[in-house]
């Protein structure tokens, strides 16, 4: 026991990277070229990310990377070095969902969920950029990331209900800055 203590004492470990993610600062003892999304998932536990392909061809693991969308599983750790990461958990929380989140809760945009990291995070990335998108927009932003049990009409009807939530929380944020 106490030999493979030492042995596993020796293998030298891997330099540390530091992450800015969700407004939090991280260092995680990884090898920089270990791909963003088994880093998020394995070391910091955000599970909103999810594994689908591997190969940045369905969305599942979409983050935004200084606002933009990314695909988390062909970026190595390194590409975000002193950039934002915001993962699904950045947007809001069961308690206090932000926007796109609670669309997707009103619309019920669900079967077995799992491409809807990826759907919510196009969206988010999509709306932060154009508030106000018709829906061959919207159809244009979402074409490349895939679902399997064919929700798509109610995938849709979340983006359509996200950009009005997003005008409102606007709305909110504007009346409330004059009220000052
Ligand atoms: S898991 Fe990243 S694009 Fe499919
Ligand atoms: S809801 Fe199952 S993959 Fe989209």
């Known amino acids: 026991m106490h030999s493979s203590d030492s042995a596993s004492s020796d293998v030298p470990r891997p330099p540390g990277v530091r992450l800015s993610v969700n407004g939090r600062s991280h260092t995680v003892e990884v090898e920089p070229a270990a791909p963003l999304l ?15 392909c591997g190969l ?11 606002g933009v969308a990314a695909r988390a599983c062909v970026m190595p750790v390194r590409g975000v ?25 009103e619309c019920q945009a669900a079967q077995c969920g799992y491409c ?17 998108p ?29 950009v009005a939530l997003h005008a409102q929380a606007r709305e909110t944020a504007c009346a409330k800055r004059s009220g000052q």
């Open 134 to 162: 018709d829906e061959a927009r919207i159809r244009q932003e979402l074409r490349h990331n895939l679902c399997r049990c064919g929700t798509h009409v109610e995938i849709l009807q979340a983006a359509r209900r996200a």
């Open 38 to 52: 088994f880093v998020l998932r394995n070391d910091l536990a955000l599970n909103g990310p999810k594994y689908g």
């Open 116 to 132: 809807l990291n990826g759907m919510i995070m196009m969206i988010e990335a999509l709306l932060r950029r154009q508030p106000a």
């Open 81 to 105: 070095i002193g950039r934002e990461v915001t993962t699904l958990e950045g947007l809001g929380d069961v308690a206090c969902p932000g926007p796109t989140q609670q669309a997707f809760i």
């Open 56 to 66: 940045g061809e369905c969305g599942a693991c979409t983050v935004l990377v200084d």
